[in-house]
């Protein structure tokens, strides 16, 4: 059948419509009125961030862990505050929020949202993109969902596909990325079994190094007992609240998890079925990294493989997948809209690209597709990859006992091997 990224675009469009145009009139019609409009409303979230790089400068980071001061703080200065506010990230995390601390709302989120968003473009940059690619990037979903609330998760993108792609050629800045990933706990599960599988020591020792001097630094500036505070207070924290959180908020979890609270199970339930899809996610991680593969089908698989391991995921963590899927789709060909290819590859990935801005939707009508889009996305692109390597195996055999060496196209993951 023929169908592509391309031809699946123009769905994008009524979804971006939708969000960025029709949503945002509504709630300036319905909420906030003309004489309730704030900036604030934009990116709530995002003052958390700002709060906690202010009290860092300040030295009272040690109060960012009381969650009841903490909340009630958020609730006053974010209009009409509502929601969960707790601060739950480690204070590694304060040492890239010290630049923004003298800023204003609005710049701070300016720069913080443009640095996130910039990195995550730069570490998937490739010359070859055309330009519906580029917007494909810019507009996706994922990006949407980190701008509307002010999150991190671009960031974070930005520092995993960086260490991945660097991985084969730049060990050492490829370690440093991948240890920066580690300010979000919950994505840094799988780093230790990529650098122990993939045998390189040099991006596991700058791995370490990494994150040893970013709990040094946050422990040197911001207070010599706050990762202990942090260990005491955070983990009881997140237990809890991923136990007893019910309503709207569980649709912001698309892990399998996340899948199984907003049904209605309990977090026991909850758990019993992420524990497997965890443990495959390892296990499959481990088989990418144990012999050497094609490294943007292998970099999009652990991606998703990331995603898929930890309990503790929300919507816009899925931009750690953008740089991943941006180059995979550009390099097999996906964006041409003379690309012939099988109907449930481009499918299953355009449907996790566009799960930022469905599953919660859908969630909320007892259909929480998220593990469900991710995992069948990851088993299309396992696929693809052995039926790849299967025939260019054949090929080598093919040429006989004249020359059987295979090409070595490793020159910056700019060319993806094709069936």
């Not at 707790?86 to 204070?91: K, N, Q």
Request: with cysteine; aromatic share 14%; hydrophobic share 55%.
């Amino acid at each position: 059948m023929f169908i592509s990224f391309a031809r699946l675009q123009v769905y994008f469009l009524v979804a971006l419509l939708l969000i960025a145009v029709v949503y945002p009139l509504y709630l300036f019609g319905t909420v906030m009125g003309l004489d309730g409009f704030d900036l604030r409303r934009v990116g709530a979230d995002f003052y958390q961030f700002l709060l906690a790089s202010r009290l860092a400068v300040s030295g009272n980071a040690a109060q960012l862990y009381d969650f009841s001061w903490f909340y009630n703080e958020v609730q006053r200065n974010v209009a009409d505050g509502s929601g969960f506010y707790a601060w739950v990230h480690p204070p590694s995390m304060l040492v890239f929020l010290v630049p923004i601390s003298g800023l204003t709302y609005l710049q701070a989120y300016t720069v913080w949202m443009g640095m996130g968003g910039l990195l995550s473009f730069a570490v998937a940059f490739s010359r070859r993109a055309p330009i519906r690619a580029v917007t494909f990037f810019i507009f996706a979903p994922a990006t949407l969902v980190n701008l509307f609330y002010g999150q991190s998760g671009m960031l974070a993108g930005g520092f995993l596909y960086g260490g991945l792609r660097l991985m084969d050629r730049h060990p050492a800045w490829a370690g440093v990325l991948l240890g920066c990933v580690s300010i979000k706990p919950e994505l840094f599960m799988l780093i230790p079994i990529i650098l122990i599988a993939h045998r390189s020591i040099i991006a596991l020792c700058a791995c370490v190094a990494t994150v040893a001097f970013l709990v040094d630094a946050s422990a040197v500036f911001f207070g010599s007992g706050l990762w202990w505070i942090y260990l005491e207070t955070v983990p009881s924290l997140v237990t809890t609240v991923m136990a007893q959180g019910e309503g709207s908020f569980l649709y912001l979890i698309p892990s399998a998890f996340g899948a199984m609270r907003s049904l209605g199970f309990s977090a026991t339930a909850g758990y019993m079925v992420q524990l497997p899809v965890t443990i495959i996610a390892f296990a499959v991680t481990f088989w990418l990294f144990a012999r050497e593969r094609e490294p943007v089908a292998r970099n999009l698989a652990v991606t998703l493989c990331v995603l898929l391991a930890t309990p503790f995921l929300f919507l816009w963590d899925y931009a750690v997948l953008s740089p991943a899927l941006y180059l995979y789709a550009t390099r097999t060909g996906l964006f041409d809209d003379d690309m012939n290819t099988p109907l449930m590859e481009p499918v299953l990935l355009f449907a996790v690209y566009l799960l930022p801005i469905v599953n919660i939707a859908l969630a909320a009508h007892g259909f929480p597709v998220g593990p469900i889009f991710t995992a069948l996305a990851l088993l299309a692109v396992v696929v693809r990859m052995i039926d790849a390597e299967r025939t260019q195996a054949s090929l080598v055999d093919d040429e006989g006992e004249g020359d059987n060496s295979v090409p070595d196209d490793r020159d910056g993951d700019e060319e993806l091997g094709t069936t």
